[in-house]
């Protein structure tokens, strides 16, 4: 967080001055309650007021230090929400619902702290690399190890990573850019077909890009897929390419996610909008199965835009997101980008699931990493064992300028066999 007298808080002043300078005074009016809450809180200056943003950790006074630490802090009270019992005397997960968006919980700290280290681990030196796809397969020849694993500054082993198009002069230099905003019809089993039967054209790379370290594109990852793959240009998931594998241990975690709340408290007094067959979270324990997802890899100054995951055949079926490394705003509003989102600071260790018909349609999106705010444990020097203190000291200096988001969808209802129905 920038303090008014440091050289960092005056040159935002300078650029906000300057980026507004023509801005018409009526521009704020024209912008959606979702557009006008996204540039607050993406705002450097002056820096967004979290007054209003829920913070849970206030509420855990284990969380003191981290929210100390990193400075940002949101309000224990600032949006209304409840509780939800636990299933059982022996269960211990803290689990909160949402009266005004319906079927989204929130479970603060549900990922421990080793976890956390494990799952960042896993993330950039196993899952980031083939036969996943990654933002930057689309423009560089990628190596076979995985960028981490070929970015070791230290060991000098950092590899020049050759783009895949010839470069050409005569345009100009673009980033491989962050996910793009494509509209697409929702997907259902009724138009799977059609789905699986759109045309799905590989993106073409980019002539401008030149080659780069392995180390400098690290900053330039900006998603991993898992599971089924993912077809940006449509929007829609790509069966032919064959179903990627999901971790088991990943798998376990969302499933103990979702078998930790008590559904009935969430979805039980309201049937609405589930669909022909009604609702099916009392089957969920059985019938809920992860089959892909998305790693959000987010610099400082990245953003998500207000979005919908609609490309799921399950619409209402739980969607699981973890938050590692430094804090973010999240934003959820409604159906439209009309309604008044509400804010909720994730921070790591956070899960959050989004379910049912009105929640997985509701519109969200990621306007602000608050930087500074790596905890304490993601910092080496809380690594007890020695060897693993030092294994984890390039991923502490990877992530504290980081946020990794972990999002976990079910696409097919379980036992749906998209090859079976496919024309
Ligand atoms: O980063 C987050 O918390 C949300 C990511 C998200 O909404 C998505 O990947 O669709
Ligand atoms: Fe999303």
Not at 92 to 109: E, K, Q
Not at 141 to 170: C, H, I, M, Y
């Amino acid at each position: 967080m920038l303090l008014p007298d440091s050289p960092e808080y005056k040159r935002a002043q300078r650029q906000h001055k300057k980026a507004t300078k023509n801005r018409p005074m009526t521009i704020d009016q024209e912008w959606t309650p979702f557009r006008a809450a996204e540039k607050r809180f993406k705002a450097r200056f002056p820096p967004p007021d979290l007054s209003g943003v829920l913070d849970l950790a206030c509420r855990d006074k284990s969380r003191v230090s981290e929210l100390d630490a990193g400075g940002w802090k949101g309000s224990a009270n600032a949006v209304e929400c409840l509780e939800i019992p636990p299933m059982s005397e022996t269960g211990n997960t803290i689990a909160y619902r949402f009266p005004t968006i319906h079927g989204l919980v929130l479970l603060p700290s549900f990922v421990s702290k080793e976890k956390q280290r494990e799952l960042v681990i896993w993330a950039l030196s196993r899952h980031a690399r083939q036969p996943n796809n990654t933002n930057l397969d689309i423009h560089y020849f990628l190596p076979e190890n995985g960028l981490w694993n070929s970015a070791r500054v230290d060991s000098q082993k950092d590899v020049l990573v050759q783009p895949r198009a010839p470069r050409s002069t005569d345009v100009e230099t673009a980033s491989p850019g962050p996910r793009q905003l494509v509209n697409n019809t929702p997907a259902s089993p009724e138009n799977f077909q059609s789905i699986n039967t759109t045309p799905k054209p590989p993106q073409s790379p980019s002539p401008s890009v030149p080659p780069a370290l392995a180390s400098s594109l690290l900053y330039k990852l900006r998603w991993a897929n898992i599971g089924w793959f993912y077809h940006w240009g449509t929007k829609q998931y790509d069966f032919s390419k064959g179903k990627g594998t999901i971790d088991g241990e990943l798998q376990r975690i969302c499933k103990d996610a979702v078998r930790s709340v008590d559904w009935t408290k969430v979805h039980g007094s309201n049937d609405d909008g589930w669909g022909s067959e009604g609702p099916d979270w009392h089957t969920w324990d059985e019938t809920y199965e992860p089959d892909a997802g998305i790693i959000n890899f987010y610099q400082e100054k990245d953003t998500l835009m207000a979005h919908v995951d609609r490309s799921e055949v399950c619409a209402t079926s739980p969607l699981v997101s973890m938050s590692l490394g430094n804090a973010a705003v999240f934003l959820i509003g409604g159906l439209t980008r009309d309604s008044e989102p509400t804010p909720i600071l994730l921070r790591s260790g956070d899960v959050v699931i989004m379910s049912g018909p009105a929640c997985r349609r509701a519109y969200h999106g990621v306007p602000r990493i608050l930087e500074g705010t790596l905890p304490g444990h993601l910092e080496s020097r809380s690594v007890k064992d020695e060897v693993m203190a030092k294994e984890w000291e390039p991923y502490e200096a990877y992530m504290r300028t980081t946020r990794i988001n972990i999002n976990v969808r079910q696409v097919f209802p379980k036992g749906f066999d998209p090859y079976a129905n496919a024309t």
